[in-house]
């Protein structure tokens, strides 16, 4: 079964870090563009970061740039997402989602799609 499983989120202080990860199980993601996707109540979806299968490629939201960080270790099947100086305005439900080919990273999270492969999600909580 092929299962992508998210981890690391939680409540956490304005300015304070965490750091998600996203772990495959049941396929390979070293041929996947992983991207990381944030829900807030009553908000659409939106593309936080993305990076290519070979990891030389990444996009970032212009609203965290210089705060986030995406990466992958292809050989524990898992991609990261450091989150530092984080505001209440990032709170949301984070998501990570596979996608076989793509045609930038940009366009990646520009475009979530249905046929993704996409994780459960996990609670990111930033407040006082």
């Known amino acids: 079964q092929l299962q992508l499983v998210e981890s690391g989120g939680g409540l956490v202080q304005p300015g304070g870090s965490l750091r998600l990860s996203c772990a495959a199980s049941?396929?390979?993601?070293?041929?996947?563009?992983i991207g990381w996707f944030r829900q807030a109540p009553g908000k659409e979806r939106e593309g936080v970061s993305c990076?290519?299968?070979?990891?030389?490629?990444?996009n970032y939201a212009d609203s965290v740039k210089g705060r986030f960080t995406i990466s992958r270790d292809n050989a524990k099947n898992t991609v990261y997402l450091q989150m530092n100086s984080l505001k209440p305005e990032d709170t949301a439900v984070y998501y990570c989602?596979?996608?076989?080919?793509?045609?930038?990273?940009?366009?990646?999270?520009?475009?979530?799609?249905?046929?993704?492969?996409w994780g459960q999600g996990t609670q990111v909580t930033v407040s006082s």
């Open positions: 049941g396929f390979t993601l070293d041929y996947y563009a």
């Open positions: 990076i290519s299968s070979s990891g030389s490629s990444t």
């Open positions: 989602a596979a996608r076989w080919r793509i045609t930038t990273v940009q366009a990646m999270c520009a475009s979530p799609l249905p046929n993704d492969y």
